[in-house]
């Protein structure tokens, strides 16, 4: 006997949480840059707050010390130097990047 295959719709993900990459919505979500910000130009302020030296030594905190060589893990390691900023440490950092 055979079974008939149910047809179960594709699970539904919100399109635009899709086409944003990691680095917008890590900006978007520290209040760096607006959300409404194009890609290109989002990935160059994400390229700027990771030159910063504040975020660079929270980031080295994150990463034990160790090399991370893989791409991914350094926008991990920046978003979780950010997450690990004050309001006021972001406030500042926010103002730095705006004089760049």
Same mark, same amino acid.
């Given at each position: #006997? !055979?079974?008939?295959?149910?047809?179960?719709?594709?699970?539904?993900?919100?399109?635009?949480?899709?086409?944003?990459?990691?680095?917008?919505?890590?900006?978007?979500?520290?209040?760096?840059?607006?959300?409404? +910000?194009?890609?290109?130009?989002?990935?160059?302020?994400?390229? !700027?707050?990771?030159?910063?030296?504040?975020?660079?030594?929270?980031?080295?905190?994150?990463?034990?010390?160790?090399? #991370?060589?893989?791409?991914?893990?350094?926008?991990?390691?920046?978003? #979780?130097? +950010?997450?690990? #900023?004050?309001?006021?440490?972001?406030?500042?950092?926010?103002?730095?990047?705006?004089?760049?």
């Amino acid at each position: #006997m !055979k079974h008939r295959k149910q047809n179960k719709p594709a699970p539904q993900t919100h399109p635009s949480a899709l086409a944003v990459p990691s680095y917008h919505r890590i900006l978007v979500k520290h209040g760096l840059i607006e959300k409404s +910000l194009p890609i290109p130009d989002a990935y160059e302020m994400f390229l !700027k707050v990771g030159a910063d030296p504040e975020v660079q030594k929270l980031r080295n905190k994150v990463a034990h010390g160790h090399k #991370m060589k893989h791409v991914p893990a350094l926008y991990l390691a920046t978003a #979780m130097a +950010l997450q690990g #900023m004050t309001k006021q440490e972001l406030e500042a950092l926010k103002l730095r990047m705006e004089e760049k």
